[in-house]
């Protein structure tokens, strides 16, 4: 009943698309997030789902059911926006507790559903504070808890963490992940920031200006992006991206990219996939699967600059189009001015058609 479709969903403001036909389907119980840079469509979406914009065209289902006319009060989702939308003038009991009582619940029963969800949403020493004397994290804390105690079959978060400090944001991402655990709802979830999608949900969406750019589960996304957009914007730093043609070698097939050199020979089945395609293509591997070569053999490049971060080391190299960057678990000694040998792990290789963006998909 709570799976939810978009069928060819699509939303203009004027002569401006916000959204182009768009097509998911989210599983009953799925946790979806919905991921991409300002601007995208993200919040158009959600916004659809909950019924507090009308579609230009297409359809969003609820199960079997057409939810075209349905109200937002009607539809059954729970709603949690980036501000916190809570009475400051109530206690956090008050607060929790303000859904049950409206829908009638009888006493014995709100209390127990206040007790959970403290308990869960870590609240039940602030039970009887005063909401206006709360801090905003702890708000955004009451402002979901509220959200939850209506057990929606349907929650829907559109950034709810992008207002709290990043140590609490770390904390509420497994208490946001259990919640859903434990009421086993269709959660969606708006956001821009790649770590909170890539550690709570089970798939993601991509979007790009109005386009759905690929789902995924997280590992699907990071390991084979379906397209250019979607290499650069997942990782941190994202997908290093040379251009080059495919060449043949007394190794085997390669990249050769202009005064880059030539890559090390492409692994056997995309080599086999690539061969005798005309046109340029964009070599592809993550910052973080490559190796120092000891034998030469990879691409030389200067070192533009080194970042410490932690045990982590990023190295900058090479310039302009030709920059890439490779991540280190520890520090390799590398400094600005040297020439460093750099090896992509054969595995980790993808290559894109550079005119269409679009992965070159092997087999
Ligand atoms: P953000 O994280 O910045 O909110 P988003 O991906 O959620 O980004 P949306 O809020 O869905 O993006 O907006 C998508 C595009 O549609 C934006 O360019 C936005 O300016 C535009 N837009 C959204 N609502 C309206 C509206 N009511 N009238 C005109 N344009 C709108």
Known sequence: MSAIQLRNLTKTFG??????????EIADGEFMALLGPSGCGKSTTMNMIAGMEEPTSGKILFGERDMAGVPMGRRGVGFVF?????????TVRQNLAYGPRMRGAAKAEIDRRVGAIAELLQLTPLLERNADRLSVNILQRVAIGRSAIMEPAIFLLDEPLSNVDAAFRAVMRTELKQLQRQFRQTMVYVTHDQLEAMTMADRIAVM???????????????????????????????MNLLRGRPAESDRGLVVDLGPLGI???????????????????LYGFRPEQVALAQDGRGLAMPVTFVERIGARTIVHLGQGEGAVKAVFDNDVGLSIGQTAVVAPLSSSVRV????????????
């Open 208 to 238: 790009d200006r109005g386009v759905l750019q690929q789902v995924g589960t997280p590992l699907e996304v990071y390991n084979n992006p379906a397209n250019v957009f979607v290499a650069r914007f997942i990782g941190a730093p994202g």
């Open 263 to 281: 890559t090390p020979p492409l692994p056997d089945e995309l080599a086999a996939t690539l061969r005798g395609a005309r046109g340029d293509v």
């Open 352 to 363: 894109f058609d550079a005119a269409s963006g679009l992965a070159v998909r092997v087999g």
């Open 82 to 90: 980036q501000n916190y939308a809570i009475f400051t003038h109530m």
């Open 15 to 24: 002569d401006f698309t916000a959204l182009k036909t768009m097509d998911l």
